[in-house]
């Protein structure tokens, strides 16, 4: 059951309001391909369950590394739109879910391709009163669309 207070514009709590902020600059530095202003929102322990795992990432190292990869030769340009449909605060941990779209675009080819996608993002607060993402776990489906469309 979802609190809608909880992400009510005219009542958001302010860490809620943080976490929106922070969510924003990670797929922001994701969309550049900024390895060192994505990773800034990462908690030294993130664990990283994504698409087709396991294995998990554990550890800012290993998603570094990993992020690095993908930025410098990642073979499609990302375009990833996020829709968050809950943040709940419990004490310094914070739990989020929503939707997200990559779009992908395959600079060389003439494809595109949209990943359909569900997350689960637990962020947790740091001893400085900033929210960095502890754990993520995400799903989808690719879908082939035409270029241009």
């Known amino acids: 059951m979802s609190d809608s207070r909880a992400n009510s514009p005219s009542r958001v709590d302010p860490d809620i309001e943080v976490i929106n902020k922070t969510r924003e600059s990670l797929f922001r530095a994701f969309n550049a391909t ?4 994505f990773m800034k929102w990462m908690a030294d322990d993130i664990v990283v369950m994504g698409q087709g795992g396991p294995p998990a990432l554990v550890g800012e190292a290993a998603v570094r590394s990993s992020y690095k990869e993908f930025f410098d030769n990642g073979p499609f340009i990302p375009d990833l739109r996020v829709s968050s449909d809950e943040v709940i605060v419990c004490g310094d941990w914070a739990f989020d879910w929503g939707t997200w779209v990559v779009l992908r ?3 060389r080819i003439a494809r595109q391709e949209v990943l359909k996608s569900c997350y689960v993002m637990i962020w947790r607060r740091q001893t400085t009163r900033t929210w960095k993402l502890a754990r993520i776990i995400w799903n989808g489906t690719p879908v082939n669309v035409e270029a241009g469309k």
């Open 105 to 107: 675009n395959y600079g």
């Open 34 to 37: 900024d390895l060192d202003a």
